[in-house]
């Protein structure tokens, strides 16, 4: 059973950090694409990074380029997405998700830039 369990979220203040983990389970990370998404309450989700199984690297959306960074850990099957220099439009629940279409959502983490 797939499974995805973000962690690592809450408050940071302007100019801060937090690193958020997603767990996996259920399915190889080597194997598969994973991505970062993004909503604001009341906004459409968005789509803010991903990496790429297939040897394509990594991607951004171009407002949290050279801020954030996506990662992963095949031993430990986790992905992270650090986020440095957070501004208060990062605001949102961010989630994981499984896929280039994905197919697979973790619940969600909230993260909230503020001072």
């Known amino acids: 059973q797939v499974q995805l369990v973000e962690s690592g979220g809450g408050l940071a203040q302007p100019g801060g950090s937090l690193r958020l983990s997603c767990a996996a389970s259920g399915f190889a990370l080597s194997d598969s694409h994973m991505g970062w998404f993004r909503q604001v309450p009341g906004k459409g989700l968005e789509w803010v990074s991903a990496f790429y199984a297939d040897g394509r690297g990594t991607g951004y959306i171009e407002s949290v380029k050279g801020r954030f960074t996506i990662s992963r850990d095949i031993p430990r099957n986790t992905v992270y997405l650090q986020m440095n220099n957070l501004k208060p439009e990062d605001t949102a629940l961010y989630y994981c998700?499984?896929?280039?279409?994905?197919?697979?959502w973790g619940a969600g983490i909230l993260v909230t830039v503020s001072s």
């Open positions: 998700a499984k896929g280039d279409i994905p197919n697979a």
